[in-house]
Every structure is written in C-alpha cells, then in structure tokens.
C-alpha cells in the first residue's frame, strides 16, 4: 500500500509540472490545439437515453489509424489527447494507444462508463501510464434513463480510490435524472469521501444548448460548486455555468476546430460532440491554417453552448488577450489588482502578464518558463 501511495505522490508532482506546461504553451501562443478528444470505439455496453455517441455493434477503431492520429496531432502541437467512446475501455489495445499518446509528450486522459473496471484493469493502466480517468455517475438507482449509477459504480470507485496512481475524477450531470437532482449532490459526496475529485457538469440537448434547470436543480448545482476546496477550480469559478442556469446566454469566442478538436471513429475533425460534421476535415490533413481559420470563426451555437472543456480552453486565449476582463470575469469579488487571486493564478499573472518587473520579477519569469521548456 506504501508503495501505491509513493508511486501516486511521484506521478502526482509529474502530472502536475506538465499541466503547468501546458497551461503555459496555451498562453504563450494559440498555434496549437490546447485539447483533442478522439474516439477510439463507437460501441457502448450500455445504452443511455440521452446518448446518441453510441452503438452496440461498431468495430474498434484499428490500432494503427489511432496510432496515425495520435503522431498527427502531436504534429499539430496538441497538449491533451482525451480518449473516448462509446466505451473506450471496449477496445482491446486501448493501453498501447494510451502508450502512444504518452510517448509523443502529450497528457493522456479517459472517460469511462466504469462498467468494465476491475482492479487488474486499473493496474494495467498504471502501467500504461494513463494521467486521469473521468466517470460520469448519473444517479444513485439505475432506470430507464441511465444505468451509471452509484449503486452498481461504488465499488469500482473503491478500487480506483485504492489501486489508481492516475487523478480519478467523477462527473455528476445535474439534470441527467430529472425528477432527483439531489442524486448529483450525492453522487459529488461520495467522490469526495472516497479522496476522488468530482466535477459538475448541465444536462445539454443533442445541439449542446442547456435544458432549463428548476430552482431546486440550481441550488444542487450550488452546493456541489462549495464541495470542490481547490481555489482555481473551474467547478467553482465558472461564470457561464452560473449564467446558463438562469437562462442567460453568454458572450465568449468558442475556438473549437481551432483549440479544441474533436476526432470521430472516421478520422474527422469535429468542432466537439455537438457540432459534428464541421468542418468535416480529415485529421490526417489538418493544418496550422485550419487552426487559425477556425479558432477565428464565430459560432452561432455559443451563447447557449455548455461544453465547459471547451469554454475552458477558450478561456486561455481570452486570458492572453484580454487579461484585466477575463480575470475580472472569472474571480469577480477580487478583481483584477486584487491580491486574494487564487495563487496559480497570480503566478499565470506574473509570468505571461508581467508590468515593468524588477529585475529580480524578471529572474523569476526567465527561470520559470525554462523550468516549463517554454523559452
Ligand atoms: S455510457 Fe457513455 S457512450 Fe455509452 S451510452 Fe452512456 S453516455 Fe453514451
Ligand atoms: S459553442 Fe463551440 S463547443 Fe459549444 S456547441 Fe458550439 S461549437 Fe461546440
């Protein structure tokens, strides 16, 4: 178990000084996808009837055509590669693909329905060298709608409490059971008991526009937000989830195809799971140009849009462009000059914001982005 946790504590700091690496390339410039989601298998194990990113029959995706996106998005310049499904675990090469993307330098993540987990499962993507897994727990009870369910999850997440040397994180949907929004809430308790961290995220239409949330669901979704204790949290400091619950549309520049790509079994660049079939373009000839071009283009789908990974990774360009507005935006009791600014924050601030620095500033900032390989 000592050796478990020793391992977990190294792998921790390590995971941790590449996302700090990629959190300084996405501000340094945005010629790069800062996140790809990639498909490895449409088929699912179970049937969610919110879902349509499923079938019961679909091939896995052929290793070597992963392989082949993994090298081309590692050309791109991509820091994070999510693999998804279906159900990812469904693929039977799934920790060489996990391999893959670790050998090209870029963070590698999975969403999961969990079913499949076992505890030599989870070692086994120790070994693969997997950065994070993320669950979605719909309710406590399986039913019509969903079968990701605590009752049949709980004991997978006490494997991956004990086994996992990976971030585990547990995602509830708020509004996913419709007439049992505390199930959420409850679900977020769990992970936080278990040591896990959990993330909340809206229920959404085929489209991606958020379903209207009660007043009950909105305090759910409230008390989930306090139960996360990190001080830069997107689960807390997020302005578009407070605006879309109440029905408020918001203003933000949605840089899919551009920072964030979403690869589908075929090989195809998709803005993200809502918006497939734009642009439509093979990966395999995706250029600095398509970046650019459609990191520029406004899409009409944004106001209402509740793809948070997304909006987070927009977040970054809004950051380098704008950055009084957008720390403004995001942490609006302190405000933009105020000191109480959560501490990654301020270092972000020092580094990529610096205002005549002393020399002893500019010191810091030299050795700091050495020390992230960003000079
Ligand atoms: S587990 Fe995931 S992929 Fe499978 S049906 Fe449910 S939401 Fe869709
Ligand atoms: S705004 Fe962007 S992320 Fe949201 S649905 Fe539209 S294309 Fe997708």
Not at 11 to 28: G, N, P, S
Not at 163 to 177: D, L, R, W, Y
Not at 263 to 270: A, K, R, Y
């Amino acid at each position: 178990m000592l050796k478990i946790h020793l391992r977990r504590a190294v792998k921790d700091w390590h995971r941790t000084y590449r996302e700090a690496r990629m959190v300084a390339l996405a501000l340094k410039s945005s010629d790069h996808p800062v996140l790809a989601h990639v498909v490895v298998t449409r088929r699912c194990n179970i049937a969610c009837a919110y879902c349509n990113e499923f079938d019961d029959f679909s091939k896995p995706v052929p290793t070597e055509d992963l392989a082949r996106r993994i090298d081309q998005l590692a050309r791109l310049g991509t820091t994070i590669v999510t693999l998804t499904g279906g159900e990812p675990l469904l693929h039977p090469e799934l920790d060489d693909v996990i391999r893959r993307v670790r050998a090209r330098g870029m963070i590698a993540i999975l969403v999961t329905n969990g079913y499949l987990l076992t505890i030599e499962r989870i070692k086994r993507l120790n070994r693969a060298g997997l950065d994070r897994l993320q669950i979605s727990v719909d309710n406590i009870q399986p039913d019509a709608v969903s079968k990701k369910s605590l009752k049949v999850l709980d004991l997978k997440l006490r494997w991956l409490a004990q086994f996992a040397e990976f971030q585990v994180s547990i995602h509830s949907v708020v509004g996913a059971s419709y007439d049992r929004p505390e199930d959420a809430l409850e679900i977020a308790r769990r992970a936080h008991e278990l040591g896990l961290v959990s993330t909340a995220g809206i229920v959404h239409d085929a489209s991606g526009r958020i379903q209207p949330l009660s007043a009950r669901h909105q305090s759910v979704l409230q008390e989930i937000e306090s139960l996360s204790s990190s001080r830069f949290s997107f689960v807390r400091h997020n302005p578009w989830a407070r605006n879309l619950v109440q029905g408020l549309p918001n203003q933000w520049h949605c840089t899919a195809g551009g920072r964030h790509l979403y690869i589908c079994e075929d090989g195809l660049v998709h803005y993200c799971l809502a918006q497939r079939g734009h642009p439509g373009i093979p990966l395999s000839q995706y250029t600095l140009k398509d970046i650019e071009r459609e990191s520029e283009r406004v899409k009409g789908c944004a106001p209402y849009c509740t793809i948070f990974c997304v909006q987070r990774v927009a977040w970054f360009d809004h950051l380098r462009t704008h950055p009084k507005q957008a720390l403004a935006e995001f942490f609006p009791a302190a405000g933009a000059q105020n000191p109480t600014l959560p501490r990654p924050v301020q270092m972000l601030k020092a580094l990529f914001m610096p205002r005549r620095a002393p020399s002893s500033g500019r010191f810091f900032r030299k050795a700091a982005l050495r020390i992230l390989k960003v000079d």
